[in-house]
């Protein structure tokens, strides 16, 4: 089945800088990547997501990068907010079911 | 909109009985639901995915009888927690997708506890 590796497990910056949070992927089959951001007891809320004929998608300060050959994909957010700080998930889909990374909790200090 | 709503937010209960959680999809139909479980600083992971009007397909490990899921309709689906014991304390999450579509949304997740 599928692995997602997701690293790094802890990201700490200060308000403004970049954040960068990457995965890597197994089955070559899969097609779909989204990322999810979760606030402390609350569901994961989908926040960007990119198809495999794309290799990259921005949405504001959100961009996510997907490189098929390597298995790699990227978050990428700027102008980081201490509203931004959570936990990240990305997943893996190529059959309906999503399979997770373990997560990264990211730190934003004003 | 894609809203997924859950009930209730926290159950707390006594060892041995049961519990059931609801979810549902407030502005769309979805075909097909998923059921995670979520421990504490831990992913989600994958307990069973239920199709409207079909038996829920579960995951390796994941007991059938004791999670009972029910998808009556293209809006509700619930998970019964069978014969509760303490290490089934968890936050179960659920998630709703469109027909034909990848994307799944959440639900704001149940904290269930059992003494």
């Known amino acids: 089945g599928e692995n997602v590796e997701q690293h790094p497990s802890t990201l700490s910056v200060q308000e403004g800088d970049s954040a960068v949070i990457k995965c890597t992927y197994s089955?070559?089959?899969?097609?779909?990547f989204p990322w999810y951001k979760q606030e402390l007891g609350k569901g994961p809320q989908l926040i960007i997501d990119i198809r495999s004929n794309v290799g990259e998608k921005k949405d504001q300060r959100i961009a996510v990068t997907l490189n098929k050959t390597a298995k790699h994909f990227s978050l990428h957010i700027t102008e980081t907010q201490p509203e931004d700080s959570a936990v990240y998930f990305c997943a893996a889909s190529g059959y309906s079911t999503l399979t997770f990374g373990k997560g990264t909790m990211l730190l934003v200090s004003p | 909109g894609a809203v997924v709503s859950q009930h209730p937010s926290r159950v707390i209960c006594k060892s041995g009985t049961s519990v059931k959680i609801e979810c549902r999809s407030l502005d769309f139909q979805a075909t097909t639901m998923f059921w995670y479980r979520q421990f504490p600083k831990q992913s989600l992971m994958l307990m069973a995915t239920s199709n409207e009007g079909s038996k829920a397909t579960y995951e390796q490990g994941v007991e059938k009888d004791k999670f009972l899921i029910n998808h009556a309709s293209l809006t509700l689906s619930t998970l019964t927690v069978t014969s509760a014991h303490p290490e089934d304390s968890s936050f179960y999450i659920c998630?709703?997708?469109?027909?034909?579509?990848?994307?799944?949304?959440f639900g704001p997740g149940t904290r269930l506890t059992v003494l």
């Open positions: 089955d070559s089959a899969s097609n779909y």
């Open positions: 998630s709703a997708k469109r027909e034909g579509m990848d994307t799944q949304y």
